[in-house]
Nanobody, 115 residues
């Protein structure tokens, strides 16, 4: 059974930092592109960052220079380091994996940026 389990969410002040982690199991991790999506209240889910099996990264424009995605194929984990957080980064963050037509979602972790 495939599982993607996120951790690391919480409450942080504007300008602060947070690191999310996603632990994967039950899949051929290195062959999956791993991504982080987020969904803010009342908004559609959006892609934040992605990293393919060989480490090529993609970032949405509004997080470039602030967020860093990384993966450890040996530990089957993907992380999202978030710096200079803004209130508009408040959302539920989801871990997502895809290999061709096979895709999986985690249940999400809430990040709240507020003073």
């Amino acid at each position: 059974q495939v599982q993607l389990v996120e951790s690391g969410g919480g409450l942080v002040q504007p300008g602060g930092s947070l690191k999310l982690s996603c632990a994967a199991s039950g899949l051929t991790f290195s062959s999956h592109t791993m991504s982080w999506y987020r969904q803010a209240p009342g908004k559609e889910r959006e892609l934040v960052a992605a990293i393919c099996g060989v480490g090529v990264e993609y970032y949405a424009d509004d997080v470039k220079g602030r967020f860093t995605i990384s993966r450890d194929n040996g530990k089957e984990t993907v992380a999202l380091a978030m710096n200079s957080l803004k209130p508009e980064d408040t959302a539920v963050y989801y871990c997502y994996s895809r290999s061709y037509a096979i895709e999986y979602w985690g249940k999400g972790t809430l990040v709240t940026v507020s003073s």
